[in-house]
């Protein structure tokens, strides 16, 4: 988990020295991007429309696999999380602010699925699987200029969807999983994205 938080504000320290730069770079056509978020690894492909409009096309995901935390959930106790996805999605990123362009506003529509296995302690196994589609997708990010060379973002926001359909053998605890907010129908996101402006 240290190693977690020191790469995480690693990352972040070079992207903050990254907006402070005031250096002139030459605007970029297109861009390619590798980025990490909760919902796994990305890779993005960037057309820039003009030095404020870029448009992504992302793919995504991980394989199933043990979490590497299990939130609390009332009525559940002790439990294992197993959590997979994959994903695409297409995305508009607008930089509002002309003296400001390592802001951007991110919206667009994601497809694909995450899906949950939740075992209890006495065995039981419980789903919650995402399989709506497409689900919206609203956030801000910095970074990430529609520049020539490297460049890093961060981006935060929000996923929109109908929330996950939970199976189990208890009513009680599927209940408990549909109102805990790590299951729920808005999903908070993350990201960390490094690329290369061309």
């Given at each position: 988990m240290k190693k977690l938080i020191l790469l995480t504000t690693s990352l972040c320290l070079i992207t903050v020295l990254s907006f402070a730069q005031e250096d002139a770079k030459a605007p970029a056509d297109y861009g390619i991007s590798a980025g990490f978020s909760p919902f796994g690894f990305s890779v993005s492909f960037a057309r820039n429309i003009s030095a404020k409009t870029s448009i992504y096309v992302t793919a995504g995901g991980f394989p199933t696999s043990e979490a590497p935390f299990?939130?609390?959930?009332?009525?559940?106790g002790d439990y294992t999380l197993e959590s997979g996805s994959s994903w695409m999605g297409f995305f508009v990123n607008h930089r509002p602010f002309e003296d400001s362009d390592w802001f951007r506003i991110n919206t667009g529509l994601g497809i694909g699925n995450i899906e949950n296995t939740i075992t209890d302690a006495s065995g039981e196994v419980y789903t919650a699987n995402y399989k709506e589609n497409p689900v919206a997708y609203l956030g801000v990010g910095?970074?990430?200029?529609?520049?020539?060379?490297?460049?890093?973002?961060?981006d935060v926001g929000m996923l929109f969807g109908a929330g996950p359909v939970i199976t189990g053998p208890d009513a009680a605890k599927v209940a408990a999983i549909g109102d805990s907010p790590f299951f729920g129908n808005i999903l908070p996101n993350f990201q960390l994205s490094i690329g290369y402006g061309f």
């Open positions: 299990s939130p609390s959930i009332d009525g559940l910095f970074g990430q200029r529609a520049v020539e060379g490297l460049t890093f973002g961060v």
